[in-house]
Structure formats: structure tokens, C-alpha cells
């Protein structure tokens, strides 16, 4: 059974940064695409990053384009993003999520086409 945990949430003023990290187990890390995507509360689930599985493609949305950074680490199944310049509109929940047809497509925005998700961690940004 493939498990996603994600950790790095908390709160944080404005201006700063913090990292999130999510660890996959049960599956083989290395065959998946990782996806982060963010829910608001009162929004739909929305795409802020993807990874492709080898590491050397990377997406983002544009309101986090260049603030924000994925990454993965194959060694320790662990996908990350690191998250600077936080405003409030960057508030949510974070979510991490695992495509475990990544061999077939990168820039995978879709959160039905992702297979296996964590429960999610909370980002708060103060003013």
C-alpha cells in the first residue's frame, strides 16, 4: 500500500519561507511523477508544482512561479517544495501526490491523474 505523509507545515509571516517535504513508501518512488497542489478554504484543489520522475523536469503555476521550488530526492523517497516569498494568498492546505504512470507524461496538472495522496499539511501566512 503506497503511503504519502507530508510534514513542513506552520505558520509564518510574510516574506519568509519554509519547506515542505513528503515521504512515499510502499511503492517504488523513483517510477512516480510527484505533484504539490493547495486547497483554500472555499477553493477547489489547485496545481502549484510537478516533478517528472527523473527529476530533471520541473512545473509550476504561474503564481508561484519563481518563488517557489520542486524537488526530489530518489534516495530518500522524498519529494520537496521550498516555498519563499510567502504572502497570504498562499495560505492553504498543501497536498503532495504520486503518478505512478510519470514514464508517460510530465507536467501533469491534473489531480484526477494522480494516483496516491497525502493528508495533507497546513500553510499559514500572517500579514
Known amino acids: 500500500q503506497v503511503q504519502l505523509v507530508e510534514s513542513g507545515g506552520g505558520l509564518v509571516q510574510a516574506g519568509h519561507s519554509l519547506r515542505l517535504s513528503c515521504v512515499v513508501s510502499?511503492?517504488?518512488?523513483?517510477?512516480?511523477?510527484m505533484g504539490w497542489f493547495r486547497q483554500a478554504p472555499g477553493k477547489e484543489r489547485e496545481f502549484v508544482a510537478t516533478?517528472?520522475?527523473?527529476?530533471?523536469?520541473?512545473y509550476y503555476a504561474d503564481s508561484v512561479e519563481g518563488r517557489f521550488t520542486i524537488s526530489r530526492d530518489d534516495a530518500k523517497n522524498t519529494a520537496y517544495l521550498q516555498m519563499n516569498s510567502l504572502g497570504t494568498e498562499d495560505t492553504a492546505t498543501y497536498y503532495c501526490?504520486?503518478?505512478?504512470?510519470?514514464?508517460?507524461?510530465?507536467?501533469?496538472?491534473?489531480?484526477?491523474?494522480?494516483?496516491?495522496w497525502g493528508q495533507g499539511t497546513q500553510v499559514t501566512v500572517s500579514s
Open positions: 501526490a504520486a503518478d505512478r504512470h510519470g514514464y508517460l507524461r510530465t507536467n501533469n496538472r491534473t489531480p484526477n491523474l494522480y494516483d496516491f
Open positions: 510502499g511503492g517504488t518512488f523513483s517510477d512516480y511523477g
Open positions: 516533478i517528472d520522475l527523473t527529476g530533471a523536469e520541473a
